[in-house]
């Protein structure tokens, strides 16, 4: 069945460490999404990619990176300069521009705690 | 731009009783509006949307929302609650040339005997 991958599901961060989550997607969906969610406040867009070798930052991208090398991967680095990286992180995917009224597919995401 | 309010962070309601989460948007251009659904620690599930066609929209797991302009609102409801209908919904929408989704801060269903 097609669907979106998230690794691992629990990750653990020391302080001053980068991070790589994983989203891997075989539905062959153009555009990829990053969101944080935090208690109280939904879901925040940190990343999307439209198309591959090209990204756009939401409105949280500041301490996180992303890469978009194939059309089936979107990996997000947490990296150290990201003040308070401890939250739950979701990566969805959508058939893109020609698609909108489709909505996302969403993964089972990552839950990032910093010890 | 578009954004979305989701009125009450925490909704109780008995078993059997209606569900009611509500849900208001703003958008300067016609929208897509969404409602999903997330159990503990795990991804958002499409519960239905609306795309323009009928203001009536059925989901799954017998839930419904209707689209109204005047009120701009798009709230969610059932018309008997189940156990298993506690969790966490979020409004979305979107609008204009952009794909992105916007999502409101949800609402958690609490569901008691």
């Known amino acids: 069945d097609g669907g979106i991958t998230q690794s691992p599901k629990y990750l653990f961060r020391k302080e001053g460490q980068n991070v790589t989550l994983s989203c891997e997607q075989n539905?062959?969906?153009?555009?990829m999404y990053w969101y944080r969610q935090d208690p109280g406040q939904g879901l925040r867009l940190i990343y999307y990619?439209?198309?591959?070798?090209?990204?756009q930052k939401g409105d949280i991208a500041e301490g996180y990176s992303v890469s978009r090398e194939k059309k089936e991967s979107f990996p997000l680095t947490v990296t150290s300069a990201q003040k308070n990286p401890t939250a739950f992180y979701l990566c969805?995917?959508?058939?893109?521009?020609?698609?909108?009224?489709?909505?996302?597919?969403f993964g089972s995401g990552t839950r990032l705690t910093v010890v | 731009a578009q954004s979305v309010t989701q009125l009450g962070s925490h909704v109780s309601v008995s078993e059997g009783a209606l569900v009611l989460l509500r849900c208001n948007y703003s958008?300067?251009?016609?929208?897509?509006l969404f409602w999903y659904v997330q159990y503990p620690n795990q991804g958002l599930q499409l519960l239905l949307k609306?795309?323009?066609?009928?203001?009536l929209v059925k989901g799954i797991n017998g839930f419904e929302a209707e689209f109204k302009k005047s009120e701009t609102s798009f709230h969610l409801t059932k018309p008997s609650a189940h156990m298993s209908d506690a969790a966490e919904y979020f409004c979305?929408?979107?609008?204009?040339?952009?794909?992105?989704?916007?999502f409101g801060t949800g609402t958690r269903l609490q569901v008691t005997l």
């Open positions: 979305a929408v979107m609008a204009g040339t952009a794909s992105k989704l916007t």
């Open positions: 958008s300067s251009v016609p929208p897509y």
């Open positions: 990619s439209q198309i591959v070798n090209d990204f």
């Open positions: 609306y795309t323009s066609a009928a203001t």
């Open positions: 969805a995917s959508s058939i893109g521009q020609q698609g909108r009224s489709y909505g996302y597919t």
């Open positions: 539905l062959n969906h153009d555009a």
